[in-house]
């Protein structure tokens, strides 16, 4: 198993590497498929996460962020903004989330 990634991300990786590879290659043409920097790729890659619910990738898009050099108080304002799209209750998952 990948030991850098979450449990069930990490045994698919190890179980099934042509799948896991052409993730990372999806992903990785999705980066350059524009103009953002990586920054702001994070920044939406943790909105998504908050705005489809998803608590591990919340986890992780935040830890990301952080390692990478974003301040909380960004990832924090991801959270709030939203409130008007997501709703409420989804700003403060993602917000404990964080």
Known sequence: MKTDLPSGAGEVAAKYPPVW???EALGEACAAAGPLDART???VKLALAIGVGSEGATHSHARRALEEGIEPAA???VALLAIATAGFPSAVKGLTWI
């Open 21 to 23: 590879k052409a993730l």
């Open 41 to 43: 790729r994070r920044l």
């Open 75 to 77: 990832l924090h304002q």
